[in-house]
């Protein structure tokens, strides 16, 4: 069976994560910044050295094709980001954009020739830490973004993602133009560590994404009576931090509570006015961050979220006020996929489980033009966007293993090369 090389994996990981905004302090590489280019740069010399056919789009994201044998067959895409949350680690996206690349370089190498024609995607401002805005690349590539959209997002410097694609050399108002057609794509496949701790528990190298859990993100405002600390006693009080902690509190066992039994929920942001520590405070916001695969119980825990909010208003004598900040439908992938990916695993011999993914991915807005397929490698002791994130070579090599030959598989191998039929 074709193999990649996991020392060249090893060498792309480390010369990327040398393109670092914080030396010895995790990894941070936000979209459009110096070290984003020369990550950048070093994948373009890479895809140009194995003759693949580049283009970037208006906002930097990157498709490098290998031709197939039929050339108005549509392409078989794999790929996903390289930037990174602030200080974050090495493999979130990098993994999976690499891993990409090898396939494509094993493909080369070895003088395989596939029906479809393959491509490279590098997405561009996965994470949003540069925007606030998630999988903002590819939004954009596959048109839900407009011009207008993109000069709305800013950064915390009030420059505008329009404005830093221009500044990085792109021409969003291209974009249009670009937008990734559904009769362009056959088929897309995203390599990626887990960033839990369900592999790493059960110590499987692989697993095989079914769904991607919906999303709903809501801000809480809990209004009450500023006052002295000190001269107001307990009774007379209508203290919004006390009702927001006891609702705070709820969140673990509502979220517990429902049928599904995979709901999460995370209050991730609190601020408190006027955060003083002798005043009581006037006003308390907070988010609540909801998830599940189940929408159903997704809705349950956010109406069991909603009726404790009231309760404790109520019981506290202060205003409650909840928002809908934004969110994502649950995205089930579909079976044809997941079935190849895993009988090129059993072919392989690679331990493989199916699974949800707690976490969004590129892939998610690939699924609205094209059939998705997601490979998930462990996160040692489940963590990621931290420093310490870290993933074996060993895992790594059985990811990229089952991507590339799930790569041939959908691309169709077209033939072997002379004096290499044994090989598959
Ligand atoms: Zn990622």
Partial sequence: MTEVNVERIRRDIETICSFNATPGRGYTRFSFSKEDSLAREYLLSECSKLGLEITVDGVGNIRARL?????????VMTGSHIDTVYQGGMFDGLLGTVGALEAIRTIVEKGLKTRHPVELVVFSEEEGSNFSTPLAG??????RYSVEDLKRLKNASGVSMYEAAKEAGYEPDELPGQVLKP?????????????SVVLDSERLPVGIVEAIAAIQTWEIDVSGVANHAGATPMRLRNDPMAAASKVIAAVRDLARATSSGTTVGTVGRIHCEPNVTNVIPGRVRFSLD???????????????FR???EKQSRLHGVESEIRF????????????ITEIIETEARERGIACRRMNSGAVHDACLLATITKVGMIFVPSIGGRSHV??????YEDIEAGCNLLLGTLLKLAGQAGFRCGEASER
């Fill in 183 to 195: 009769e362009e794509v056959k088929a897309m496949l995203e390599l990626h560590i887990e960033q």
């Fill in 387 to 392: 420093p310490e994130e870290n993933t074996s």
């Fill in 325 to 336: 900040l934004g969110g994502s439908e649950a995205v089930f992938l579909p079976g044809e």
């Fill in 307 to 309: 009726r404790e909010l």
């Fill in 290 to 304: 909801a998830r599940d695969v189940d929408t159903a119980s997704l809705e349950d825990f956010v109406e069991a």
């Fill in 67 to 75: 031709e197939g044998v039929d050339s108005q067959a549509p392409s």
């Fill in 138 to 143: 590819s939004k954009a590539m596959v048109g």
